[in-house]
């Protein structure tokens, strides 16, 4: 099976779960030996536009050897339901905006990202914003999960 060549993470804010996944599947996929994909990420809220993420995301992310300081948040725009083939939601309020804002026919397939966490795995990935650090790390845990077998899956 051919895997897509464009993926697109989104959550609400873009500063928190889905730069978190742009990072973590921009190594996995660097250590895979797999095919390029582009990666990027998103947010269907326009509040944080062009900052930076979350100093918290920063930091548990670069516990785990991963660099999110250069990404900036930027809003889910039109296009990319043309340009990417794979758009993949945090949890379940992120999948019924994407479906709203979605064109009607776009060929993009858009699903949760715990589509690829396995059996017995999370079935969304509760936003930690408001929380304490150990949301971050709880996040982190289920994005590693889920990105290995997405790679797998692209393989
Ligand atoms: P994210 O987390 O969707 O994982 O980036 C959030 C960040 C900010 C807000 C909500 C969620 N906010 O309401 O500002």
Known sequence: MEGPRRILFVCLGNICRSPLAEGVMKARLAASGVDPVEIES?????????APPDPRAIAAAARRGVDLSALRARQVRRSDFDRFG????????????????AP????????????????GGPDEIDDPYYGGPDGFE???????????ALVEAIR
């Not at 009607?104 to 059996?119: E, K, L, Q, S, V």
């Not at 709880?138 to 290995?148: H, S």
Request: charged residues 15%; glycine residues 14%; contains cysteine.
């Open 42 to 50: 998103a947010g269907t809220g326009g509040w944080h536009v062009g």
């Open 86 to 101: 794979l758009i993949l939601a945090m949890d379940r309020s992120n999948l019924v905006n994407l479906s709203r804002l």
């Open 104 to 119: 009607p026919g776009c060929a993009a397939r858009i699903a949760m990202i715990t589509d690829f966490a396995g059996a």
């Open 138 to 148: 709880a996040t982190l845990d289920t994005v590693e999960r889920c990105c290995g």
